[in-house]
Every structure is written in C-alpha cells, then in structure tokens.
C-alpha cells in the first residue's frame, strides 16, 4: 500500500496544492509567452480562481493554427514533466496507484476524475467548465493530456466528450502502453 496515497485521500495539505497549481501556472505562462498575474500572496481558493481566469484570458486570444499547436505542444511537455516529478514525489508504482493518485490531485481542484481498468475516464464536475469556452478547454486539455501521461506512463490521454461543449460530462479515454 502507498502510504503517500493513503494519507492524500483525507488530507492534501494547502502548501502542496499551493506550488503543483503555482508550477502548473508558470508552466501555462511559458507555454502562451504571457506574465502570470502576481499570485504570491493569494490563498489556494482565491489562486485556483485566478488561475483559471489567467488562462481562459489567454487561451481565448486569437493567434494562427501553428501558434496554437506549438502551445499545446508546450503544455502538454511541461505537464508531462510535472506529472513524472509527482509519480516520483508521491512514489507511485503501479497503475492503479497513479490512477488513484490522479483521482486526488483532480479532485483538489475541483474536478471529479472517475476511471475504470480499462482507463476510461468520466468527469461529472469541473470546476473550469464555469470559466472556459469549449476552444479553451481543448487548448487547455493539453496539461491534462501530459499530467496523465507523466503520471501513469500512459501513451496518450484524449477527450471524447466535453462539458464546455454542452455534454452533461467529460468523456476521456486513457491509452495504456500495452493497448497499442
């Protein structure tokens, strides 16, 4: 058993969600060549809040189709970086125990991150369907895509239905090194 895990489940303290959501704003910042607003100060709420405004802002500004896939690119590197960082900070071992590690860190944010053995993956709650467009969740999908990339080891992560584009949930599918 992961004790790590274990002890996340009831209780994530603030100071950690406080630095993964401030590595993943200056991740989203380097990605879109944009200064992240001044967060030092703020709490993990107030944070989560700014964040998402941050990158609805900058997800919605018109640039050409190149610029938006070389974004994406960033961001799912970055977050493919971020995730290995926390399999090794959270010594994560197996699937199941990144899948449940997944599960935590999703819901610290505010989305409800379901999953089956197979890797598909239903989200009922997104506490960023209330700030972004559809164009925005895609484009941000990216961190999403290299955050589970990272922390499972998975070949790839994709969406097949969304919330911002007027689904009752997100529908994603999780495809595992030995599925392909």
């Given at each position: 058993?992961?004790?790590?895990?274990?002890?996340?489940?009831?209780?994530?303290?603030?100071?950690?969600?406080?630095?993964?959501?401030?590595?993943?704003?200056?991740?989203?910042?380097?990605?879109?060549?944009?200064?992240?607003?001044?967060?030092?100060?703020?709490q993990f709420e107030q944070l989560l809040q700014?964040?998402?405004?941050?990158?609805?802002?900058?997800?919605?500004?018109?640039?050409?189709?190149?610029?938006?896939?070389?974004?994406?690119?960033?961001?799912?590197?970055?977050?493919?970086?971020?995730?290995?960082?926390?399999?090794?900070m959270l010594n994560i071992r197996t699937r199941?125990?990144?899948?449940?590690?997944?599960?935590?860190?999703?819901?610290?944010?505010?989305?409800?991150?379901?999953?089956?053995?197979?890797?598909?993956?239903?989200?009922?709650?997104?506490?960023?369907?209330?700030?972004y467009s559809s164009h925005t969740c895609r484009?941000?999908?990216?961190?999403?895509?290299?955050?589970?990339?990272?922390?499972?080891?998975?070949?790839?992560?994709?969406?097949?239905?969304?919330?911002?584009?007027?689904?009752?949930?997100?529908?994603?599918?999780?495809?595992?090194?030995?599925?392909?």
């Amino acid at each position: 058993m992961n004790v790590r895990l274990f002890v996340l489940r009831f209780y994530i303290p603030k100071i950690y969600k406080l630095r993964i959501l401030m590595k993943l704003a200056a991740l989203t910042g380097e990605a879109f060549e944009s200064e992240i607003p001044d967060v030092a100060s703020l709490q993990f709420e107030q944070l989560l809040q700014k964040y998402a405004g941050f990158t609805n802002e900058v997800a919605e500004l018109p640039r050409t189709e190149i610029k938006a896939r070389t974004i994406s690119e960033r961001l799912r590197e970055g977050a493919i970086q971020l995730g290995s960082e926390l399999r090794s900070m959270l010594n994560i071992r197996t699937r199941d125990e990144a899948m449940r590690a997944l599960a935590i860190l999703y819901r610290a944010i505010g989305i409800n991150f379901r999953f089956d053995p197979q890797g598909n993956v239903i989200i009922d709650r997104c506490h960023f369907s209330t700030y972004y467009s559809s164009h925005t969740c895609r484009m941000i999908s990216s961190l999403d895509r290299g955050i589970v990339i990272g922390l499972t080891g998975a070949n790839d992560f994709s969406f097949t239905e969304r919330i911002t584009e007027g689904n009752r949930c997100c529908k994603a599918i999780i495809a595992f090194k030995e599925q392909q």
